[in-house]
């Protein structure tokens, strides 16, 4: 199969032009010719057949098809806010999983204890794309700009609000509190977690606290655990 | 807390001397004294406190104030035997995440369809005792030389056989097959998956067929996924 990231297509459209990047790819790179069949996806669940109409090496001319929208419709909306790591490939590397494993939205976040206070989103969705292509997804998860912690909160969100800390307390299981096929959205905290102050905010916030278990994890870590366990509880 | 693996101390010992290297790390790069406490661990369930006795930076005298045995200890025995990833680095970060999760001994399996042949466990090792110690884990994972996909099977093992694998066929789901609490023996196939071969091979030697959902996963976040579903299912 080959498969062709392209966000500018719509379901209507009859023709597809390959960039000129994407076009040197198919016909340079993969040898394709006229005739063979490539795949599209849009990231807005978009799965397209198509059939190479012009091999033009710099201006790839394709026939659609057949178009099938909503391709692998996830059954629930998964939001993560993550403090980015101090190891920048760390957070790459959570963005894969995720995006294989399967998820909606990443938000960065800058907290108290973080050490990193930036992250270039640019590089980062290049990662996800790059995800998307290799586990067949046709939904592009969406990755937002860096925001302050109390930004965060203070954004509207339509679903279950948790916070998953490692401060003492009552903490939540997922299994016991999770609304099926719901929506979430999840804060994981820095190396070194969330400071008290940022805990009891996000609790005056409507989050509610939840344990990912008992071991140690990083916060990559944490995150793909937290990805792992919405994901798995949804699984019919 | 300064921690320090040391898999030739036992619960009796009253004192422990640290090797040349451990000695120069704790006393020039930490910069601990005589009086200063650290902790052990022997790899074996073991979770020593201490206290330096002699600051010396070669040979680091501890004295053992308190041992914790069987530190931790996990609810379940999990061993998944993995076909190493053509790109080394997605099979160190996967005993990295394992060992965090929670893992007790690892198998490199050479397949039909493997790229790479052979893996060097020495470096592996290395990646998978900085985990316990990062994780705060007393047990470390067992990390066994790469064999031929058929000596494994030929291996005995007490417990539930697993093969996860995408070929057609009914797949069985860990939630419905899994004994609590008990032995596991994961199979996870290189990328292109196992041979169809293979698949039967190893029913015949008594693994029962799982699937890990229907999201396409790479080689190493398929062990993960199974790493979580395993420690998963056995939370209590």
Known sequence: ???????????????????????????????????????????????????????????????????????????????????????????????????????????????QRSERKEAKVDRLNKIITAAIKQSLKAYHPILNDAVKFNQLLALPFDGQKF???CEPGDRLDLRKVIDPQGRYLILIGPEGDFSPAEIELALESGFKPITLGEARLRTETAALEACFEVNFLNRL
């Open 163 to 165: 916070i998953a800390h």
């Open 1 to 111: 199969m080959h498969l062709f990231y392209t966000p500018d297509i719509a379901p209507a459209h009859p023709q597809y032009f390959l960039s000129e990047e994407e076009s040197k790819h198919a016909i340079r790179v993969l040898r394709l010719e006229a005739g063979d069949e490539v795949q599209l996806i849009d990231g807005r669940g978009g799965f397209y057949n198509a059939v190479i109409h012009d091999a033009h090496p710099k201006r790839t001319i394709l026939n659609i098809t057949s178009v099938t929208p909503e391709f692998n419709k996830r059954n629930h909306y998964l939001h993560i806010a993550v403090a980015p790591t101090k190891n920048i490939e760390r957070l790459e590397w959570f963005l894969e999983k995720a995006t294989e494993i399967g998820i909606d939205e990443i938000s960065l976040i800058i907290t």
